[in-house]
């Protein structure tokens, strides 16, 4: 694996790295895998599907310069500074769930190296023990793959206990109290410092293999960062905020999902979003939502519909089953039983 290195080290906002990897991902000359490290001021990533107002206290944000980012990978929210650091890797593997498998086993390896329990055998995070030291989240893009991760070198509960506001749903299927209950990092267990650390990650990761970018590449990335800036991206609306059902589910190896429905008067699906902290591999409407419009909210319906269907081609560990079951299980209605 590469490093991919800046022409220069000044400081810069999230979403300059977001699009760092974008720009990396269709890059015509760049042949392998590569990865890069960074850092950033205080900030909140949002995953693609989330919905912003519900996962993050806005106002907390506002009032201690605490920025906000929407990212296209799924996931749920995570909360950066200098004190951790993020990974990035962009890969030419097609297969998302096997290159995500790869990526989370070599930075679980990375951290045995130097003497951590570390472990990957959750759905995106990595462990020390029972608690998680990274989160991690991908998504793909014509012919390359991208995954990044957060690695905790050390935290400040302050800002993450406050910054972010998940469902109680999604506490409780962890079996926790508190986003930072279920949290560890590397500080707590080694007396390694946070230079030596990425130093080690470098080292082990990539050897002394680099590509250093130039002032041009920089340009043409600050160009692609803009679009993380638009407030349609970031709050963009939620499509049924009206809507008539609205109930949220965690699902194990899948993640939180959270339907949005709208009944018609005839009691059809008229309207039907997916929010949560899953993992998209497909277009949400095109690939499975549209076949649910004009259906009544039946297990049999649903289940005619969504014949030669699956689920897990656009949802990540979602059986097309367990789609149903979700669903019906929370719009039982008598007219329709």
């Not at 995106?124 to 991208?146: M, Q, T």
């Not at 109680?168 to 500080?187: C, F, I, P, Q």
């Amino acid at each position: 694996m590469i490093y991919v290195t800046l022409p220069d080290d000044r400081p810069r906002r999230l979403p300059f790295y977001l699009a760092m990897e974008e720009y990396l991902a269709s890059m015509p000359g760049l042949e392998g895998s590569v990865m890069f490290m960074w850092q950033v001021d205080p900030t909140v990533i949002c995953g693609r599907n989330q919905d912003v107002e519900k996962e993050v206290n806005l106002a907390y944000c506002r009032e201690n310069s605490i920025d906000v980012v929407r990212r296209k990978s799924g996931g749920g929210c995570v909360f950066a500074d200098r004190s951790n650091i993020m990974f990035s890797m962009v890969t030419p593997s097609a297969d998302v769930c096997t290159t995500f498998s790869a990526y989370t086993g070599m930075i679980a390896g990375m951290l045995r190296a130097i003497g951590l329990d570390a472990t990957d055998n959750s759905r995106n995070d990595i462990l020390i023990g029972d608690r998680k030291v990274s989160g991690n989240a991908f998504y793909h893009l014509p012919g390359r793959s991208i995954v990044h991760g957060t690695m905790l070198y050390d935290i400040d509960p302050r800002h993450m206990g406050r910054a972010i506001t998940p469902s109680r749903a999604k506490l409780e299927s962890k079996g926790v109290k508190s986003v930072n209950s279920r949290l560890t990092t590397v500080r707590e267990h080694s007396s390694i410092t946070l230079p030596e650390f990425m130093a080690h990650a470098r080292a082990w990761l990539c050897g002394n293999a680099e590509y250093r970018l130039t002032p041009d590449d920089v340009a043409a990335i600050e160009v692609l960062e803009q679009a993380y800036y638009r407030p349609g991206w970031l709050l963009r609306p939620l499509r049924h905020r009206s809507a008539a059902v609205t109930f949220s589910r965690h699902v194990e190896g899948v993640g939180e999902i959270r339907p949005d429905i709208t009944l018609a008067p005839d009691g059809s699906i008229e309207c039907i979003n997916l929010t949560g902290d899953f993992f998209l591999l497909s277009d949400l409407d095109t690939s499975l939502l549209h076949h649910l419009k004009g259906v009544l909210p039946t297990r049999g319906a649903m289940s005619a519909a969504l014949a030669g269907v699956d689920a897990s081609q656009t949802i990540a560990g979602l059986s097309t089953g367990r789609f149903i079951e979700i669903l019906t299980e929370n719009l039982k209605q008598p007219l329709y039983e």
